[in-house]
């Protein structure tokens, strides 16, 4: 069975502070490991994804195979990070009739302080 | 392209009766998927489609629900005889090949 831990429900920070926000993950095959974030009254959106190596709004996450995490991380959060964020996984298989379903964790909602 | 629309965003109805909801993906997309989201919680699969094919069911579709997608475009999840757990959100999302999943605003159900 596949399964996301995000460990924190709520997580503030102050303007300026680097900030992390945890996902552990479990799979038995190759995952592939996604952020999606959700501003107020705004719909789930991707942030990015571990297989595009990219750094979104100056957020960046590293697959970590041993320790099953995929951390999301940004050096100096700004007033306007401040959102639901989620990790979620799928399945990396490429067959046709492959679902490639997401697994979400429950979320974190992060909120940055002026 | 205006993302994937679904309707109606809300819906409010008495316990035992039935509703409908549709989604209308991103055109290019053969792949659609139905999502659940309670209270606190992040969504959870529903069922999956691709083109006009039901290739997978979570179990916790139960056999209230049903969903459709008659000619591989728009899609719709059908709950008869609603219950009170039945309350949440409900989210369609859509792709093609390994492209990540787009999702809409979701239908807000509450059971009165």
């Known amino acids: 069975a596949q399964r996301v831990t995000q460990p924190e429900k709520l997580l503030s920070v102050f303007k300026g502070a680097p900030v992390e926000l945890k996902c552990n993950y479990s799979?038995?095959?190759?995952?592939?490991l996604f952020w999606y974030v959700q501003y107020s009254r705004q719909r789930l959106q991707l942030l990015l994804r571990?297989?595009s190596r990219e750094s979104i709004k100056g957020f960046t996450a590293d697959l970590n195979k041993g320790e099953t995490s995929f951390h999301l991380k940004k050096p100096f959060a700004q007033e306007e990070d401040s959102a639901m964020y989620y990790c979620?996984?799928?399945?990396?298989?490429?067959?046709?009739?492959?679902?490639?379903?997401?697994?979400f964790g429950s979320g974190t909602q992060l909120t940055v302080l002026p | 392209d205006t993302g994937v629309s679904q309707n109606p965003r809300h819906k409010i109805t008495k316990r035992g009766q039935n509703v409908t909801f549709r989604c209308d993906p991103i055109?290019?997309?053969?792949?659609l998927y139905w999502y659940r989201q309670t209270l606190g919680q992040g969504p959870e699969f529903l069922t999956y489609?691709?083109?006009?094919?039901?290739?997978?069911k979570s179990r916790l579709l139960s056999d209230r629900f049903s969903a459709e997608r008659p000619k591989g475009s728009f899609s719709t999840l059908e709950i008869q005889r609603t219950e009170q757990g039945d309350s949440a959100m409900y989210l369609c999302?859509?792709?093609?090949?390994?492209?990540?999943?787009?999702f809409g605003d979701g239908t807000r159900l509450s059971i009165l």
């Open positions: 999302a859509s792709s093609s090949g390994l492209k990540p999943q787009h």
């Open positions: 799979y038995s095959g190759s995952p592939e």
């Open positions: 571990h297989i």
């Open positions: 979620a996984l799928s399945s990396l298989v490429i067959s046709s009739g492959s679902a490639r379903q997401l697994t």
């Open positions: 055109s290019e997309h053969n792949r």
């Open positions: 489609f691709q083109n006009e094919a039901q290739l997978e």
